[in-house]
């Protein structure tokens, strides 16, 4: 089974600060047939389901504002949030899903400093 | 808007079944292979089972392999799962899940809002 893990377990950020979120798959998702990395990030608030962030390592999900972005490929990639606003505040979960069972990394909590 | 809605959670005794149903909505669900997941309390999320379009493909997690089922009725548009032999480490929200793009493999793109199973004596 393909492992993730994530770091850091959490982080608090200033409003309008950069929160960076790093994730690391045990083995390599990005699929040799068409180049796309099998990746993914949810955002999780309290109460709720997980939501879609980002999807194929660095794609945001129908609505999801800019600020979000992805990037990485292979076994290496990274979350980022430009300048975090109030309503940023959850944990985030990164996926793969190259590959069943389609894991997930054990989540970063993102709060306000 | 798509909708995926699960029923059917509640307290059960260690050993006993349950089965749990996600209504789906606003989409061809027959088109779409669907997924369960769980998150034990405070805890983080956890891939249970997989289900192909037409249901004739499923994967199970090794943990509820021979113990849980999936299954879909397209007629319906509902997925369920069978789960027996529960144990007290089964305790969790299960999530619903649609895989995007139609495929097998693929991010999952819209969740339900969840069913908390607890099992306990």
């Known amino acids: 089974d393909f492992v993730m893990t994530q770091s850091p377990d959490s982080l608090a950020v200033s409003l309008g600060e950069r929160a960076t979120i790093n994730c690391k798959s045990s083995?390599?998702?990005?699929?040799?047939?068409?180049?796309?990395?099998?990746f993914a990030w949810y955002q999780q608030k309290p109460g709720q389901p997980p939501k879609l962030l980002i999807h194929?390592?660095?794609t945001r999900a129908s609505g999801v504002p800019d600020r979000f972005s992805g990037s990485g490929s292979g076994t290496d990639f990274t979350l980022t949030i430009s300048s975090l606003q109030a309503e940023d505040v959850a944990v985030y979960y990164c996926q793969q899903y190259y590959s069943s069972p389609f894991t997930f990394g054990p989540g970063t909590n993102v709060d306000i400093k | 808007e798509v909708q995926l809605v699960e029923s059917g959670g509640g307290l059960v005794q260690p050993g006993g079944s349950l089965r749990l149903s996600c209504a789906a909505s606003e989409f061809t669900f027959s088109d779409y292979a669907m997924h369960w997941v769980r998150q034990a309390p405070g805890k983080g999320l956890e891939f249970v089972s997989s289900i192909s379009s037409n249901g004739g493909s499923t994967y199970y997690v090794t943990s509820v392999k021979g113990r849980f089922t999936i299954s879909r009725d397209n007629s319906k548009n509902t997925l369920y799962l069978q789960m027996g032999s529960l144990r007290p480490e089964d305790t969790a929200v299960y999530y619903c899940a649609r895989v995007g793009g139609g495929n097998w493999v693929g991010p999952f793109d819209y969740w339900g809002q969840g069913t908390l199973v607890t099992v306990s004596s």
């Open positions: 194929w390592a660095s």
């Open positions: 083995q390599s998702v990005l699929s040799n047939s068409n180049n796309q990395n099998y």
